[in-house]
């Protein structure tokens, strides 16, 4: 009887990660792959797919075009997730930390020989996700790498990790891009030229996740949460009722990422208001109320952008805020940007 596999398709590279994958092509090629990688870039851009693909080469017993083949035995073994030398490191649940048992199972896999005879990878994500614990029980193996084992660390914030780990792998960096080429993707993933510009603006430029914020549900969480904001400024609604509504979002929303809409939006506004632009109709409103004109009074809304972008930071950093505190506060003071 032949052997039946879980397919998973070996993730196919992005149009803006060309450069990055013939940089590190080209290093595995010669020899001369450094034996950790830490990928950055903010979230959407496809980082976690690039690793993954990136596995899936080096795993690969004939590698065709540069890339893995995805027939021979070693792809499908990767391709059922029952590769024995790929160890996937990640949150038991989204959100939710790496802890020090997880990262302590490295020591049998990268202690053992390879079971196909060749490299051995580890793929850790959010890198950022790492309690204290966990991360320096990482650092003991990235200070005695053992022989061909490469890890991979796929970060969307590595400001949070520890610098003796940033400084012990070689970081390749995603940058946002080019508007033309996300529009052009996003355009073959079958969105129409308006809803994709809003999508991308909102996503801060990353193309993977422009296509969930248009999905229809998150579209109808984002313009409830608007419309909350705007009731807000109009004093039809009470600051710390809406902040209790929202203490726990949607399931297809994170807190920080409604923050993140948040600070487009104050973008958007204040895009407005300096270029004498015409934008959406309800953040058009929302300047209105503002008090004040020109840049002076834009400064208390640029203010306010600043501490989401604090709140930002700590939900991120692992800290535990009380979320209900946090967005109270927050939700006071954008009503306070709109009294006189």
Known sequence: MSETF????????????????????AQWRA????????????????????????????LCEQPQGGQACGGCKDCRLWQAGSHPDFLRIEPE??????????VR?????????????GARLVWLAP?????????????????????????LLISDSPAG???????????????????EVALQWLHNQGLEEQLARRALALSGGAPLLAAELAEPQA???????LRELTCIAEGRTSAVAVAGRWEAPPECTEIEQLLQFWQQWISQMAQVRSCDLTG??????????????????LRPLFGFYDHLLQARKGLKSGANPNRRLLLEELMIRWARLFTV
């Not at 879980?6 to 092509?25: C, K, V, Y």
């Not at 649940?93 to 997880?102: D, Y």
């Not at 990790?161 to 508007?179: G, M, V």
């Open 280 to 297: 959406d109709a309800q953040l058009m409103a929302l300047l209105q109320r503002l008090p004040g004109g020109g840049e002076e009074g």
């Open 31 to 58: 020899g001369r792959c450094p034996h950790a990688l830490l990928l950055t870039g903010q979230a959407g851009l496809g980082k976690r797919a690039f690793a993954e693909a990136f596995s899936a080469l080096v």
């Open 6 to 25: 879980q397919h998973i398709p070996i993730p196919e590279l992005l149009p803006w990660q060309a450069l990055q994958w013939q940089r590190i092509g």
């Open 93 to 102: 649940k989204a959100g939710s930390p790496l802890k020090v048992e997880q």
């Open 127 to 151: 890198a950022e996700a790492m309690n204290i614990n966990a991360a320096n029980a990482l650092l003991k193996n990235l200070e005695e790498p053992a022989a061909s084992v490469i890890f």
């Open 105 to 117: 199972q490295l020591g049998d896999f990268v202690s053992r020989t390879s079971g196909r005879g």
């Open 219 to 225: 579209r109808e969480v984002r313009e409830k949460f």
């Open 161 to 179: 990790l520890l610098p003796t780990i940033c400084s012990r792998c070689q970081s390749i960096t995603f940058p946002s891009p080019a508007e």
